[in-house]
């Protein structure tokens, strides 16, 4: 099964201030946020500095409008539901593995080539799922791994 995977990049402290993007953007957004640099999605310039955070979409997952808050309990086992945890974890670890490596390998030219990237990778840091170039991830992989 393939899924959408999306994350919110934050910049500001109002509730709106925020871009989503897919995890074609991942690397891009978390290498500006490391080195300072800009980062565009959404038709927005946001400079590495003034990001916040790099977290899953909990809105996306959820369908929540765009300034709801969750507020409580039910909330959370809403967002626990709906998001797909395993494939996002699995996901930030590959987009931290590559970014570490551009970044003390000083060559981010890489990020335009993830496949190229991958393979230069050591194999622990390398993707267990397959992640779609249109978008989504091949989970099957990853339940395979953590099958009981």
Same mark, same amino acid.
């Given at each position: 099964? !393939? /899924? !959408?995977? $999306?994350?919110? *990049? ?9 871009? #989503?993007?897919?995890?074609? /953007? ?9 080195? /300072?640099?800009?980062?565009?999605? #959404? ?8 990001? $916040? &955070? ?10 929540? #409008?765009?300034?709801?808050?969750? /507020? ?15 494939? @996002?974890?699995?996901?930030?670890? *590959?987009?931290?593995? &590559? !970014?570490?490596? *551009?970044? +003390?390998?000083?060559?981010? +030219?890489?990020? #335009? ?14 993707? *267990?799922? $397959? ?15 953590? $099958? @009981?």
């Amino acid at each position: 099964m !393939v /899924k !959408v995977l $999306k994350w919110r *990049v934050v910049y500001g402290y109002s509730p709106t201030d925020y871009v #989503s993007i897919e995890e074609d /953007k991942l690397e891009e957004a978390k290498y500006a946020w490391i080195t /300072k640099s800009i980062f565009s999605a #959404s038709d927005r310039m946001i400079s590495g500095s003034e990001i $916040k &955070r790099i977290e899953p979409d909990f809105r996306y997952y959820t369908g929540w #409008s765009e300034g709801y808050e969750p /507020k409580g309990g039910d909330d959370f086992a809403e967002m626990r539901r709906y998001m797909p945890t395993l494939e @996002l974890e699995e996901r930030n670890r *590959v987009a931290d593995a &590559r !970014v570490k490596y *551009v970044i +003390q390998n000083n060559n981010p +030219q890489l990020l #335009s080539n993830l496949e190229k990237l991958d393979t230069l990778l050591p194999e622990s840091d390398r993707p *267990v799922v $397959k992640i779609s170039s249109t978008g989504g991830v091949d989970t099957s992989a990853l339940v395979e791994k953590f $099958k @009981l």
